[in-house]
């Protein structure tokens, strides 16, 4: 249990940085809630997943980004998708 705590307390201290391209993505995406995860981000609160995805799927090959979407059944409970770095 201790060591579960101390490393809890490592975690919180990291940093997570935002890559060039995931910056560029959430600058012309504009989602309005995301979460910042260390590989990427996680989009939440998407009524429409299938046009929504269509389209960041569509706006990473039109700027040439290095991110992949991703989504899964669980996600789509709550309504969101990853965008994650390659």
Same mark, same amino acid.
């Given at each position: 249990?201790?060591?579960?705590?101390?490393?809890?307390?490592?975690?919180?201290?990291?940093? *997570?940085?935002?890559?060039?391209?995931?910056?560029?993505?959430?600058?012309?995406?504009?989602?309005?809630?995301?979460?910042?995860?260390?590989? /990427?981000?996680?989009?939440? /609160?998407?009524?429409?997943?299938?046009?929504?995805?269509?389209?960041?799927?569509?706006?990473?090959?039109?700027?040439?980004?290095?991110?992949? *979407?991703?989504?899964?059944?669980?996600?789509?409970?709550? /309504? /969101?998708?990853? *965008?994650?770095?390659?």
């Amino acid at each position: 249990m201790h060591l579960i705590s101390k490393l809890d307390f490592n975690m919180e201290k990291k940093e *997570v940085k935002i890559s060039s391209d995931l910056q560029k993505f959430i600058d012309k995406f504009e989602p309005n809630k995301f979460k910042l995860m260390a590989k /990427g981000i996680e989009i939440r /609160g998407i009524n429409d997943m299938h046009r929504n995805i269509t389209q960041a799927k569509d706006l990473i090959e039109r700027l040439e980004l290095n991110l992949i *979407v991703s989504h899964n059944a669980e996600m789509l409970s709550y /309504g /969101g998708f990853e *965008v994650n770095n390659l």
